[in-house]
């Protein structure tokens, strides 16, 4: 069974997913890594050269190659803007969103130019607004949510591995 971490960016999916890969002794995927290696460029090249629904389409596929599969994924900020994705994450997994405030992730990734802006709104600003905009999605997503708000990568790890052997029972 995978274990997929969703939320905005800058939340920690890379970092506790890491963590929890480590702990859990499962292989950690980047589901970014992966779509940079089916696209065959960066990830501001894809978005400048072929534009987000492009980008959406090789996250899709990505995380495809991981369906029924056992590993702990971060995926993309965005991976529940395509309806499609909800399913395949559901189908062989759980998926623990990670929440922080708007305030938080500006501190986190401000200056980040690994993506682009998706919305041309002042950076504050488009946080609020995906966030808002992706809300219902996350939460179809998720299994369970961590409030990694005032917390740091121990607190947050433990809290994912709580729920997870809950789950389990």
Excluded: W
């Amino acid at each position: 069974m995978n274990i997929y971490f969703v939320g905005y960016r800058g939340t920690g999916k890379s970092t506790l997913g890491k963590e929890v890969a480590k702990a859990l002794e499962k292989e950690f995927v980047d589901l970014d890594n992966e779509i940079v290696k089916l696209a065959g460029k960066t990830i501001p090249q894809i978005f400048s050269e072929e534009g987000e629904e492009k980008f959406r389409e090789y996250e899709t596929k990505a995380l495809e190659q991981f369906n029924g599969k056992d590993y702990v994924i971060a995926c993309g900020g965005g991976i529940i803007v395509k309806d499609r994705n909800i399913p395949i994450l559901k189908s062989n997994g759980m998926v623990c969103l990670l929440k922080l405030s708007p305030q938080e992730i500006h501190k986190r990734i401000n200056g980040d130019t690994n993506r682009p802006s998706l919305t041309g709104k002042d950076p504050f600003e488009e946080i609020k607004f995906l966030l808002d905009k992706r809300r219902e999605g996350y939460e179809k997503a998720k299994d369970f949510e961590i409030d990694c708000n005032n917390k740091g990568i121990r607190k947050c790890t433990e809290e994912i591995l709580t729920k997870l052997n809950e789950f389990k029972k």
